[in-house]
Structures are given as C-alpha cells and as structure tokens.
C-alpha cells in the first residue's frame, strides 16, 4: 500500500470529524468526508428544536485539542455546537475533504485488489483503503407506528426533522414521550403555546441543570491564558466520574444522586399529586438520566398537562388514550429518540467472501473495542457498538477512536497487509464486555441501550478512562 492509504470516512459529525482531523495531524491527506446532508454536524444539524442545547459542559463536550474560549455559557445551543464544529473543519484544513450531500449506500471489500468499493445514492463508485464509518447511534428517528397516525389533520413531526417554519404560538401541541429531546422541547414552548400537552409513558430521573452564563471577562481569561480551560475541562471531567460512579454501582454516589433528585422533585413539585407522577419507578440510570432545571416547572404550569395513560390511536384532531379520552391538540411531535441499536443502517456493508454485515450482526451488534469486526478488513468504525457512555462526553470517546485510527493508517502506510480483527480477540472481548454488562443497571429495563432480544449493544460497561487505556496503543497480534 501506498504512504498515503486511501481514507473514507462517512459521516460529518463529531466523530467523523475527529477521526478526518486526526488523520490530517498525522499527515494522512488522501481522506474524504462522506456527508449525506448538505451541512456537516450530525446530531446538531438535525436536531434544531426549540430548546435544543447539550446536556453535557461546553468544556469537555468539544474537542481537547480544540478548546474553545468563546462558549456563551456551561451548555451551549445547538447552534453554537454546530458553529463550533464547523469552525473545527476550517481550523484543520478539512474543508476541502468534506463532500456534502453524497449518501453511501454500500460498501462492498474487493479482497482481490485490497480495498473498498463505495456506492453513493447518485451512482458514483469511490474506491478506498481504509473504511471508517462514523454516522453516530443517533442519527435515525424512531417515530412509533400508532393506529390512525396517518389520519391526523395538523403538523407532525419527530424533534429530529423539526420544521423552522412552524408557529406553536395560539396553538396546542401534543409532545410523545419524555426523554431528552421531549424535557428540552416541553420548557421552551411552554408559555408561547396555547397548551402543551405531554405524554409520558415513563417518568424520568433528572438531576439540576447547572447552567450559567459565560461572561466577557471569562472569554477573554480563556482567550489570553488558555491553561484556565483545561482546568475547567479537568473539573468537569470530574463530576463526569463521580455521576459515571453511580451509574455503575458505587452505593455512595448513587445514594447521593437519588437523594438529589428526590429534592429537586420535592422542590419544584409542590403538587403531591404530580410529584408522584413525575417519579420514576425504575432504577436511577437505566435510562439516561437528564440534567435540567426546567423540565418539573414547567410540567407544573397551568397551561401543561402531563398525561400518563397508555395512546391507542391518533384521531384527526388529537391523541386518544387507553380511558377513551380525546386530547385535542393541533400539533403532533415525536420525541420519541432514534434507531440507536442498528448500527450503520440502511447502508449495505459487505466484507470479505460477501459476507453482510446485517447478517453478522443480526443477534446485535458487536466490534472489537467498539472499532473492527472480523471479516471487514480495514474498517473501524467511529461510535460503534459499545462505546456510547451515560456519564461523561462522547467526545471523549470520538477522540480516543481516532487516536486508534490513525495508528491502523500508519501500519497500512508501512505496508502492513490489511488490517482484520481475529474472531477469536473479538469474541474474547465481546463475551467480557457482555459478562460486565449482564450485571449493569442497564439491564433493568427496557430502553435504547438495548435490542429487541435484551442485549446491550449501545453502552461501555465501565468508565471512560478505561476505554482511552484500551485504545492507546493498537495490538498488531490483535489482527490477521
């Protein structure tokens, strides 16, 4: 193989991003970004609801060798973490790698010339060395099949594929489900409403939000001695272990944070009635476990009804429950999260000796240290299969991943032969990663994190540190 291996990366978000920036620094210069939409940002391009921001701190939900010191406060927008990202593809030299509204729809491994083939929507064929697939576990919303659906007369939408064009205002807006698009969404159009109207099918657990502003005198502090954002970044990354310590059973932490979210539920909650429907009845971190301060207010709010029986069908009009009442509303949206267990669909990936990745997966989604999976030579995936966390940033993850990466691409520029991860070290890891799962909290309940047959496939089963050591130096002897 040639010094500069062939690169194609699919999907321009942060974790395409990282892996195209990271390949760049090491002098890689023959990788192009593969975007389906006409704007890079994943997540943030999509998501554009009101409301919309990260819920996890601005200083480690971005790039550690890209601090920036202009965040507007602790939890940005959406639109400044996409500015952000965009600023990232200029500041590293990528823009002329990032080809947008070009759609891979397969990706077949020609084991005879020792490479990929790509197919885009349009037709044209791209030909690489190296395949990393980067199109997140959030990038496909779910909207559920509820009877009649179909028949209702107003707008409706998931929070994912929000229309700009819409007007809530003098309107009543029906909200499906209390995750953490819905806790965003409900707050920001509570007020400018005539009505909202929320359907929880199970109540979250939250945790106060500790958001504020960041001043003039901040940005410029940052701006001119930059050693002041790592050590808020290592601050961060500190609440970011203790959280991460109660999810994965340290008694103290979570006795901590349960008594936590008691008192924000008593605080803001004077209403015992609502109050005990707002308290979740499954363990603290089987699902994730949201950060606000504005979710429980508003769900108080005169003009907001928060409904807890079971939908049966959607009317012309409205939303009809298991008791038989009508809820009329003129707005329909979906909160309702995404596809996060099936990993890289509708995209075809085929590897060696034809072998369909849907197929190889189809009792759920595996990958050595989240990244290779035998019989696919020479593709790492980017946010794959368990290398989502609930307590600390992705980007973190992101960023580990392309550390790894960028050693295959090296080994391949030395001449390496392809680079195919051994079944029996992916199985290895796999059963281990399964075994630590079995006894996690994510297991008590039904949620994104699983498949259909219970599996966790979304989630590391321990702390981010962890996976960074994993990663840090690629194994040669782990592949064939």
């Given at each position: 193989m040639t010094a500069q291996p062939r690169v194609a990366i699919i999907g321009a978000g942060f974790g395409g991003v990282a892996a195209a920036a990271g390949l760049r620094e090491a002098g890689f210069t023959d990788v192009v970004l593969l975007e389906k939409a006409d704007r890079i940002g994943g997540v943030w391009r999509d998501n554009a609801y009101p409301g919309c921001a990260c819920d996890v701190p601005a200083p480690l939900y971005s790039y550690s060798f890209a601090p920036n010191p202009g965040w507007s406060r602790r939890f940005p927008p959406h639109e400044e973490i996409l500015a952000y990202l965009d600023g990232c593809v200029t500041r590293f030299g990528?823009?002329?790698?990032?080809?947008?509204?070009?759609?891979?729809?397969?990706?077949?491994?020609?084991?005879?010339?020792?490479?990929?083939?790509?197919?885009?929507?349009?037709?044209?064929?791209?030909?690489?060395?190296?395949?990393?697939?980067?199109?997140?576990?959030?990038?496909?919303?779910?909207?559920?099949?509820?009877?009649?659906?179909?028949?209702?007369?107003?707008?409706?939408?998931?929070?994912?594929?929000?229309?700009?064009?819409?007007?809530?205002?003098?309107?009543?807006?029906?909200?499906?489900g209390t995750g953490a698009s819905a806790i965003q969404l409900v707050p920001a159009i509570a007020g400018r409403a005539e009505r909202v109207l929320v359907f929880q099918r199970s109540a979250p657990w939250t945790l106060p939000k500790p958001d504020r502003r960041y001043g003039s005198l901040r940005q410029a502090a940052y701006r001119r001695l930059p050693a002041l954002m790592a050590a808020s970044r290592a601050g961060?990354?500190?609440?970011?272990?203790?959280?991460?310590?109660?999810?994965?059973?340290?008694?103290?932490?979570?006795?901590?944070?349960?008594?936590?979210?008691?008192?924000?539920?008593?605080?803001?909650?004077?209403?015992?009635?609502?109050?005990?429907?707002?308290?979740?009845?499954?363990?603290?971190?089987?699902?994730?476990?949201?950060?606000?301060?504005?979710?429980?207010?508003?769900?108080?709010?005169?003009?907001?009804?928060?409904?807890?029986?079971?939908?049966?069908?959607?009317?012309?009009?409205?939303?009809?429950?298991?008791?038989g009442v009508e809820h009329a509303c003129d707005v329909l949206v979906y909160g309702t999260g995404f596809a996060a267990t099936e990993f890289l669909v509708p995209m075809r990936v085929t590897g060696r000796g034809g072998e369909r990745l849907e197929r190889v997966w189809r009792d759920g989604a595996y990958a050595y240290l989240g990244m290779a999976v035998p019989g696919f030579p020479n593709m790492f995936l980017v946010y794959g299969p368990n290398t989502n966390t609930g307590n600390t940033?992705?980007?973190?993850?992101?960023?580990?991943?392309?550390?790894?990466?960028?050693?295959?691409?090296?080994?391949?520029?030395?001449?390496?032969?392809?680079?195919?991860?051994?079944?029996?070290?992916?199985?290895?890891?796999?059963?281990?990663?399964q075994g630590r799962l079995a006894g996690s909290v994510w297991t008590a309940c039904q949620s994104w994190y699983r498949n259909a047959s219970g599996r966790v496939v979304t989630n590391w089963p321990g702390m981010a540190g962890e996976y960074r050591r994993r990663t840090a130096r690629l194994r040669p002897a782990d592949f064939g």
């Open positions: 990528l823009r002329d790698s990032v080809r947008l509204g070009t759609e891979v729809t397969d990706a077949a491994w020609d084991s005879e010339r020792g490479h990929w083939r790509l197919r885009t929507a349009a037709g044209e064929e791209i030909v690489a060395d190296v395949l990393v697939p980067a199109v997140g576990q959030l990038s496909r919303p779910i909207v559920p099949e509820i009877p009649g659906a179909e028949l209702f007369r107003g707008p409706a939408m998931h929070t994912a594929r929000w229309d700009p064009d819409l007007r809530v205002e003098g309107r009543r807006v029906a909200v499906v961060t990354w500190a609440m970011t272990v203790f959280t991460g310590s109660a999810v994965l059973g340290n008694r103290t932490a979570g006795a901590f944070l349960r008594a936590a979210s008691r008192a924000q539920r008593r605080w803001q909650v004077r209403d015992p009635l609502l109050r005990a429907r707002v308290t979740p009845d499954e363990p603290m971190g089987c699902k994730r476990v949201l950060f606000t301060s504005a979710w429980l207010p508003a769900l108080a709010r005169a003009d907001v009804d928060l409904i807890t029986e079971k939908i049966v069908g959607v009317t012309p009009d409205g939303i009809r429950t298991a008791d940033s992705v980007v973190y993850f992101h960023e580990a991943q392309a550390r790894y990466i960028v050693q295959a691409v090296r080994r391949l520029a030395a001449g390496a032969a392809p680079l195919e991860v051994r079944p029996e070290v992916a199985a290895a890891y796999d059963a281990e990663l």
